[in-house]
């Protein structure tokens, strides 16, 4: 049953600390830094942004211009530009400039990994109202531990962004935690395999001072990835996982992740300051 509790680390020292951001313009540090000299970062980072648009394609038949039909066509994948990077934290950076660098980093990335999900949603609906492409449904049943077709759709239905985005900022100190620096850890799962990249914490756990890994990801996407099909695929979230088919609304949805942080810590009150005073609703796809 090890398996099945929630795998994060070092959250909840952070959320007292992550609480500050939102009430305090005092700047305050968060973690140790782990490069004791980082350099501001003068080249750009791209964050690529998928964006889908109508054209309108224009011939010339006999000298005249006949418009023909509006075509559908994916747009080549728009470069967001911040001149961040997420394994380098600069020094003396006020509060504003911390989110600042969250925002660069994170909601574009966040967009766009919710974007697929949602893709990957809509086509496996159809796909399943219309009695198609057996061997996808399948792979995915048997990908996300679903039971039949139903609770394959459950699982694969993306939440809210401003609710990933809140936990990114919880758990990652707005995303200047030793793992995220590190491993691109976000969320600050952890990690029971020993043969996946993973990184040791300076925690352990129980009586015997068993030692806790996190993962390392190979990126900032497929951090956002794992940590949507943890609360997809995990016994501990099925409550959420039926709250959020019936509502899109973050702050009823956040009552239903109480197995996310430990009993007496305020982490829902910590994730519905942070929405609202960080108007995070705003991100949420309509």
Same mark, same amino acid.
């Given at each position: 049953?090890?398996?099945?509790?929630?795998?994060?680390?070092?959250?909840?020292?952070?959320l007292?600390?992550?609480?500050?951001?939102?009430?305090?313009?005092?700047?305050?540090?968060?973690?140790?830094?782990?490069?004791?000299?980082?350099?501001t970062?003068?080249?750009?980072?791209?964050?690529?942004?998928?964006?889908?648009? *109508?054209?309108?394609?224009?011939?010339?038949?006999?000298?005249?211009?006949?418009?023909?039909?509006?075509?559908?066509? *994916?747009?080549?994948?728009?470069?967001?530009?911040?001149?961040?990077?997420?394994?380098?934290?600069?020094?003396?950076?006020?509060?504003?400039?911390?989110?600042?660098?969250?925002?660069?980093?994170?909601i $574009?990335?966040?967009?766009?990994?919710?974007t697929?999900?949602?893709?990957?949603?809509?086509?496996?609906?159809?796909?399943?109202?219309?009695?198609k492409? +057996? *061997?996808r449904?399948?792979?995915?049943?048997?990908?996300? +531990?679903?039971?039949?077709?139903?609770?394959?759709?459950?699982?694969?239905?993306?939440?809210?962004?401003?609710?990933?985005?809140?936990?990114?900022?919880?758990?990652?100190?707005?995303?200047?935690?030793?793992?995220?620096?590190?491993? +691109?850890?976000?969320?600050?799962?952890?990690?029971?395999? $020993?043969?996946?990249?993973?990184?040791?914490?300076?925690?352990?756990?129980?009586?015997?001072?068993?030692?806790?890994?996190?993962?390392?990801?190979?990126?900032?996407?497929?951090?956002?990835?794992?940590?949507?099909?943890?609360?997809?695929?995990? $016994?501990?979230?099925?409550?959420?996982r039926?709250?959020?088919?019936?509502?899109?609304?973050?702050?009823?949805?956040?009552?239903?992740?109480?197995?996310?942080?430990k009993?007496?810590?305020?982490?829902?009150?910590?994730?519905?300051?942070?929405?609202?005073?960080?108007?995070?609703?705003?991100?949420?796809?309509?």
């Open positions: 049953m090890k398996k099945n509790k929630i795998i994060l680390a070092s959250s909840f020292v952070l007292s600390a992550i609480l500050v951001y939102v009430s305090s313009s005092q700047d305050e540090e968060v973690v140790t830094v782990v490069n004791k000299n980082p350099k970062v003068e080249t750009l980072t791209q964050v690529e942004v998928p964006k889908t648009i *109508k054209v309108i394609e224009e011939k010339k038949i006999s000298g005249e211009k006949v418009s023909s039909k509006a075509t559908e066509v *994916k747009k080549k994948k728009e470069k967001f530009q911040t001149k961040y990077k997420l394994s380098v934290l600069p020094e003396n950076m006020s509060v504003q400039e911390k989110k600042q660098r969250f925002n660069e980093l994170l $574009p990335a966040v967009n766009h990994v919710y697929d999900l949602q893709k990957q949603y809509d086509e496996v609906k159809s796909l399943i109202n219309n009695r492409d +057996n *061997k449904v399948q792979s995915l049943l048997k990908k996300y +531990n679903a039971t039949n077709e139903q609770d394959l759709l459950t699982r694969l239905k993306p939440h809210p962004q401003s609710i990933a985005i809140a936990q990114a900022a919880i758990q990652s100190g707005w995303a200047t935690s030793r793992f995220t620096l590190i491993a +691109n850890n976000l969320f600050g799962v952890w990690s029971f395999d $020993p043969n996946e990249p993973r990184v040791q914490a300076n925690e352990t756990r129980g009586n015997k001072d068993e030692a806790i890994y996190v993962k390392r990801y190979a990126s900032l996407n497929e951090s956002i990835q794992d940590y949507y099909k943890l609360l997809a695929t995990s $016994p501990l979230f099925e409550e959420f039926q709250a959020k088919m019936k509502t899109n609304d973050p702050y009823t949805l956040i009552q239903a992740l109480d197995k996310y942080y009993e007496g810590d305020d982490y829902d009150t910590g994730l519905n300051e942070l929405i609202k005073y960080n108007e995070l609703e705003k991100y949420d796809k309509q």
